[in-house]
């Protein structure tokens, strides 16, 4: 009986591993070609004309992304790292699940701080904008975000069509 449940334990961590690592890769795939600066110069044009910035608002949100960035990019590199590690953590046939879910904490904490950072970044740049910009940013992210969740659903699909 109990190396059965060893067995099914096994199984489970190497399912979990290859649901997880499918996943990165088809991230990986999807963004092959994704230029995320390019990304947020073109996003950022279409923010800017919409809620009519002036030229000091472009400045001073410009600035402030900048800092955003740079607080972000390392955070993003730890979670990468963390998470990669997790991963060949539970293919090792000796791995643990406290181990595995202090490490899982270390990665959720990671995750918290880039919460944090983001509603930061949102409020700094709302503090440059007028009641009525605000308005009009609210609408434009609302649309954005619809248009990102129905691009997300729709590779979705197709990932699971080609399977």
């Not at 410009?62 to 993003?76: I, M, R, Y």
């Not at 699940?97 to 202090?102: H, I, N, P, R, W």
């Not at 009525?132 to 590779?155: L, N, P, S, Y």
Request: proline share 2%.
């Amino acid at each position: 009986m109990f190396k059965a449940c060893l067995s099914r334990q096994k199984l489970l961590a190497t399912a979990l591993v290859f649901v997880l690592a499918l996943t990165s890769a088809t991230a990986a795939l999807a963004n092959e070609h994704y230029d995320h600066k390019d990304a947020h110069d073109k996003i950022s044009k279409e923010f800017m004309a919409e809620i009519k910035a002036t030229p000091e608002q472009r400045q001073q949100i410009e600035t402030q992304h900048k800092e955003f960035d740079a607080q972000l990019q390392p955070l993003h590199e730890q979670l990468k790292s963390k998470k990669k590690a997790l991963m060949e953590y539970l293919a090792t046939p000796d791995s643990e699940k406290a181990q595995a879910l202090e490490m899982q904490g270390e990665i959720d904490a990671l995750m918290a701080q880039k919460s944090k950072l983001y509603i930061d970044h949102f409020y700094a740049k709302q503090s440059f904008l007028t009641p009525e910009q605000q308005k009009t940013a609210q609408t434009f992210m609302q649309k954005k975000m619809d248009e990102w969740g129905k691009k997300k659903k729709e590779m979705k699909e197709e990932m699971h069509d080609d399977m």
